[in-house]
């Protein structure tokens, strides 16, 4: 496995791995099902959020299933191989076609999403608006970042602006540009050998005024303590809130399965956050010679959508 797969992999594997105990804001909570129950791949539950802070927004979905996170992330994937790159009104159309009425994806809906459909809904593609996503600074600005970066690792000037026109298709927001951009400069340095810190740190100045002093106090901790850092600095679905837990993690947890499993349980919105956790730490481990598949085999066929992510893999 080469280091662009394994980001992409494990963005989408642990997005997936996490859908069962996503947006439960109690990690006690956590500790408790996974007591008996587990921690991974596992069957959403009305009852796991009964009594705490939460919300059940998985209804209906199984196990090995994605989220929306997911879902935007393979389908860019799908995009880029078909096109032979970005092509802004091509994906707007493919996904209004997927997550618009009629459309193959069943599951929640987030507020970036439903905005975006609102606008592209009525228009015919050559009236799509280049800005055409929600002033919304959430977590869905960042989902389709692992395979527009793993598919353009020569040319940082181009990507930073190919990721600009991507993300202000379902965000339009000047912090969820930075947040992305910031983002993808980490796995960028990732693909391009530096150590995880120093891909970090260096991301920092993409990072914008309001983000990067942030990033700038998580990354003085320097050892794993994912609960106060969620704490501090938030666990919902907002960039300013979950980034620097992302970047916590990604620093401080020895591997790719030690860092999934550290993001479930702490809480909150840690899909969103597994989609870049997943990318660096996958990437990380392949580009440094930590380990040739660093995304464990058991949880790699529970995926339900392996197929379909493995063969667009083998063709960009």
């Not at 608006?129 to 527009?148: E, H, Y």
Request: aromatic share 10%.
């Amino acid at each position: 496995m080469n280091s662009s797969i394994a980001a992409i992999l494990g963005a989408l594997i642990g997005d997936s791995a996490t859908l069962g105990l996503h947006w439960i804001y109690d990690p006690k909570r956590i500790s408790e099902i996974e007591e008996s129950k587990g921690l991974v791949f596992l069957q959403p539950d009305a009852s796991h959020y009964d009594g705490i802070k939460g919300y059940f927004a998985h209804n209906g979905k199984v196990a090995g299933e994605s989220t929306g996170y997911g879902e935007v992330c393979l389908l860019m994937l799908q995009h880029l191989v078909k096109h032979g790159g970005f092509k802004r009104t091509e994906y707007q159309a493919e996904y209004r076609e997927y997550f618009g009425p009629g459309g193959a994806y069943a599951g929640y809906v987030d507020s970036p999403t439903r905005l975006t459909l609102q606008t592209l809904l009525p228009l015919s593609p050559e009236l799509f608006p280049a800005a055409s996503g929600a002033d919304d600074d959430q977590f869905l600005s960042l989902a389709a970042l692992p395979a527009m970066v793993a598919t353009n690792t020569d040319n940082f000037e181009v990507l930073m602006k190919r990721i600009d026109e991507m993300v202000r298709v379902t965000n339009n927001n000047d912090l969820a540009v930075a947040a992305a951009k910031c983002s993808a400069a980490v796995l960028f340095e990732i693909f391009n050998g530096k150590s995880m810190e120093s891909a970090l740190i260096g991301s920092l100045e993409f990072a914008g005024d309001k983000l990067r002093p942030l990033l700038e106090q998580v990354l003085a901790i320097q050892t794993l303590d994912n609960i106060r850092v969620a704490e501090q600095f938030g666990s919902a679905c907002h960039v300013t809130e979950g980034l620097p837990v992302v970047f916590h993690i990604a620093k401080c947890a020895p591997d790719y399965k030690t860092a999934i499993e550290v993001n479930i349980r702490t809480g909150g919105d840690n899909c969103g956050r597994s989609i870049m956790l997943g990318a660096f730490t996958a990437a990380y481990m392949v580009k440094q010679g930590k380990s040739t598949f660093p995304i464990p085999l058991e949880w790699l066929v529970r995926y339900r959508k392996i197929v379909a992510a493995a063969d667009a893999c083998t063709n960009f």
